[in-house]
């Protein structure tokens, strides 16, 4: 990424360190002639950079590297790399997060977790969106868009609510996800902002993702939308009706939605390689096609990575399996 002096200007006037400015212009050049492409036959295959975790690097730098070398030309961002990016407080060395396994955590260590997420909170109310419009520059730049964010949960204050939504504005996503609730208030309020920041929220569920897991949400704003998870919809007994039948459903309160290949119940509810357990995958990507809906499928790389193998080879795979699927 190549910055005119007037781009290099505004960006040091907003406190952005010249050396990060070298560093993202080195990195965008590099990506130049490498720009993904991951919709296939009108299908648009995302990823959640979840799918990363196991890599060494969980800067938003190499994590673009991750997801340009799988193949992937758009994403559900997390907050992690996205915050680290935009200088976020970084967590005490070792994580700091409790006693020893098995025990709770000693008062000390409460009261440190404690002061790390105050000193997060004031940090998020008082940083600039130039950081994360760099972030998107960036991205973009490689060939990478960011449909979706995860950072919102329903405990935060009013500020951090508007906080998260405006990193969504900056970034450039439709949805920003949240774990699904089923406190009413809490969806009221959530969807209150989404509709006035013109930005849907997305609520993830896990094994209680149901046939009618979402009509409460939906029923109180036209803004709560699903990130349904079809792996785990799937282990939870596709209760109410299958995946496709879901999907059919609720196409159109449907925001972007999790892909991953596990058994039923009956089979161990487990977490296997793609093409390998009882996820419709194929008849849901065909669903897509044959009705050209624009829903981005997120490939979330949750099985065990293979000895000699590591999360960017296996997402990659993962996408394959979706061009074989939509040939």
């Given at each position: 990424m190549d910055y005119t002096r007037r781009e290099f200007g505004k960006l040091a006037l907003a406190g952005v360190p010249t050396t990060?400015?070298?560093?993202?212009?080195?990195?965008?050049?590099?990506?130049?002639?490498?720009?993904?492409?991951?919709?296939?036959?009108?299908?648009?295959?995302?990823?959640?950079?979840?799918?990363?975790?196991?890599?060494?690097?969980?800067?938003?730098?190499?994590?673009?590297?991750?997801?340009?070398?799988?193949?992937i030309s758009a994403i559900e961002l997390m907050n992690g790399p996205a915050e680290s990016f935009a200088g976020s407080p970084a967590p005490q060395r070792g994580g700091g997060?409790?006693?020893?396994?098995?025990?709770?955590p000693t008062p000390?260590?409460?009261?440190?977790?404690?002061?790390?997420?105050?000193?997060?909170?004031?940090?998020?109310?008082?940083?600039?969106?130039?950081?994360?419009?760099?972030?998107?520059?960036?991205?973009?730049?490689?060939?990478?868009?960011?449909?979706?964010?995860?950072?919102?949960?329903?405990?935060?204050?009013?500020?951090?609510?508007?906080?998260?939504?405006?990193?969504?504005?900056?970034?450039?996503?439709?949805?920003?996800?949240?774990?699904?609730?089923?406190?009413?208030?809490?969806?009221?309020?959530?969807?209150?902002?989404?509709?006035?920041?013109?930005?849907?929220?997305?609520?993830?569920?896990?094994?209680?993702?149901t046939m009618t897991a979402f009509d409460q949400a939906f029923a109180v704003s036209r803004a709560n939308m699903a990130n349904v998870d079809f792996g785990h919809y799937v282990a939870a007994g596709n209760v109410g009706g299958t995946a496709v039948q879901f999907l059919q459903k609720h196409h159109d309160r449907i925001a972007s939605f999790h892909m991953k290949d596990r058994t039923t119940p009956e089979n161990g509810a487990k977490n296997l390689p793609w093409g390998t357990g009882d996820t419709p995958l194929t008849e849901i990507l065909q669903t897509l096609k044959k009705n050209r809906w624009r829903i981005p499928a997120t490939i979330e790389l949750e099985y065990a990575v293979p000895e000699g193998s590591d999360a960017v080879k296996e997402v990659a795979t993962c996408l394959q399996y979706c061009r074989e699927a939509l040939a």
């Amino acid at each position: 990424m190549d910055y005119t002096r007037r781009e290099f200007g505004k960006l040091a006037l907003a406190g952005v360190p010249t050396t990060w400015l070298f560093e993202r212009s080195r990195v965008g050049s590099a990506f130049a002639a490498e720009r993904p492409n991951s919709v296939i036959n009108g299908v648009r295959i995302g990823t959640i950079t979840y799918s990363y975790r196991s890599m060494p690097d969980q800067s938003a730098e190499a994590t673009l590297r991750y997801i340009v070398d799988s193949g992937i030309s758009a994403i559900e961002l997390m907050n992690g790399p996205a915050e680290s990016f935009a200088g976020s407080p970084a967590p005490q060395r070792g994580g700091g997060g409790g006693g020893r396994r098995g025990q709770p955590p000693t008062p000390e260590q409460q009261a440190e977790q404690r002061a790390r997420a105050d000193a997060l909170r004031k940090w998020r109310l008082s940083v600039s969106m130039d950081r994360y419009k760099a972030l998107r520059k960036m991205y973009n730049d490689a060939g990478v868009t960011i449909y979706a964010w995860k950072c919102l949960n329903p405990a935060m204050s009013d500020e951090e609510f508007e906080y998260v939504f405006n990193v969504a504005e900056a970034l450039g996503c439709t949805h920003t996800t949240l774990e699904l609730t089923d406190k009413v208030e809490q969806l009221k309020r959530i969807g209150a902002f989404a509709e006035k920041r013109k930005i849907y929220a997305a609520y993830h569920t896990h094994t209680q993702g149901t046939m009618t897991a979402f009509d409460q949400a939906f029923a109180v704003s036209r803004a709560n939308m699903a990130n349904v998870d079809f792996g785990h919809y799937v282990a939870a007994g596709n209760v109410g009706g299958t995946a496709v039948q879901f999907l059919q459903k609720h196409h159109d309160r449907i925001a972007s939605f999790h892909m991953k290949d596990r058994t039923t119940p009956e089979n161990g509810a487990k977490n296997l390689p793609w093409g390998t357990g009882d996820t419709p995958l194929t008849e849901i990507l065909q669903t897509l096609k044959k009705n050209r809906w624009r829903i981005p499928a997120t490939i979330e790389l949750e099985y065990a990575v293979p000895e000699g193998s590591d999360a960017v080879k296996e997402v990659a795979t993962c996408l394959q399996y979706c061009r074989e699927a939509l040939a």
